[in-house]
């Protein structure tokens, strides 16, 4: 748990967070937003080197934080792809990695295929912190700083919200964090659209209700509620199934926002987000309605709360 104190934590699940720890949070990426819209020098990371350490491919996640880092006059040390590149194809274990990239850095940012990769780094790591880029289809905790940050600045609350995730609930680490995230604010509505068989584990539905999550599974587009605050779209997880006719099929019964779908069940005040990259989930026919924030607030917000996380995080805010 993080209660309070950022300095030198490890941040590798969404479930780490309380209330007022995300309004910490908030409250440093406002200053964040400033340092960065008016391109101010900045010296908050100046003598620090944070080690950005890639095994799953990611182009926001990446250059995000790399410009975080930079805009806060810190320095990077970027591995991407280690498995094809690093002592990794000579056989160096996991662990073995990670305590030699801590000897050079202050942080380790950490993206892996493998759920539960983060927490392993942070345990093998043990002198500085390890955050967590996305591990697997587990969690992807920055994501979610970032979504919570652009439903905070367009609704000015986190609470009694309604919403609906689409797309691949089973897989996509977004949607796991995102509805930890917003299970600690009260009166939250989710309705979960995927095809049956990208459902959300029952482990997972259990363990939000208890939380006081209010989760309505649908499966088709009528079933669509006309009073969503948000839609969150993911793409179908490619990567994370076993054979490509699953995938087909799954891709086959999946919803895509399209111009059409906001006319018939999208409020005029709701936003239409996507933690991208879109790949068959929003049509980009939607990208010049004005509700569609994933190209513009949703990706911007990715840069000022990973500032405000570093910063904390490496204690010098
Ligand atoms: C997501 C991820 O990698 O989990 N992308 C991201 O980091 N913004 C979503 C995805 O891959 O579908």
């Excluded at 806060?72 to 662990?95: C, D, I, R, W, Y």
């Excluded at 073995?96 to 942070?122: C, F, M, P, W």
């Excluded at 995230?181 to 995927?194: D, R």
Aim: aromatic share 8%; charged share 25%; net charge negative.
């Amino acid at each position: 748990m993080i209660h309070g104190c950022f300095q030198g934590k490890d941040i590798v699940s969404l479930d780490q967070f309380s209330v007022d720890d995300l309004s910490i949070l908030f409250n440093v990426t406002g200053k964040m937003k400033q340092i960065a819209v008016n391109n101010e020098p900045s010296r908050i990371l100046e003598g620090l080197l944070v080690a950005l350490l890639f095994f799953e491919p990611s182009s926001r996640t990446f250059s995000s934080f790399a410009a975080a880092v930079k805009r806060l006059g810190g320095q990077t040390l970027e591995m991407q792809n280690p498995e094809a590149v690093s002592s990794v194809t000579k056989g160096e274990t996991f662990e073995d990695t990670i305590r030699v990239i801590e000897a050079y850095s202050n942080a380790i940012i950490l993206r892996h295929r493998i759920s539960g990769a983060a927490k392993q780094a942070a345990r093998a790591a043990e002198d500085v912190p390890v955050i967590n880029a996305g591990d697997g289809n587990n969690e992807h905790p920055t994501q979610t700083l970032l979504d919570l940050y652009t439903l905070y600045e367009r609704f000015g609350r986190l609470d009694n919200i309604t919403g609906m995730m689409a797309g691949d609930a089973l897989n996509s680490r977004t949607i796991h964090s995102l509805l930890r995230g917003l299970s600690l604010f009260g009166n939250n509505t989710m309705y979960i659209l995927s095809p049956n068989q990208l459902s959300l584990s029952r482990d997972e539905v259990v363990s939000l209700q208890d939380r006081g999550l209010r989760l309505i599974e649908i499966h088709n587009e009528r079933e669509i509620p006309h009073d969503c605050d948000f839609w969150y779209w993911t793409r179908i997880q490619k990567e994370r199934f076993s054979s490509a006719e699953e995938y087909q099929q799954a891709q086959h019964e999946i919803v895509i926002a399209t111009p059409e779908l906001l006319k018939t069940y999208a409020k005029k005040d709701m936003i239409l987000m996507d933690p991208l990259p879109r790949v068959e989930s929003v049509d980009p026919a939607v990208d010049a309605d004005e509700r569609a924030v994933y190209l513009r607030s949703q990706i911007r917000n990715g840069l000022y709360t990973r500032m405000a996380l570093l910063a904390l995080v490496l204690g010098r805010i």
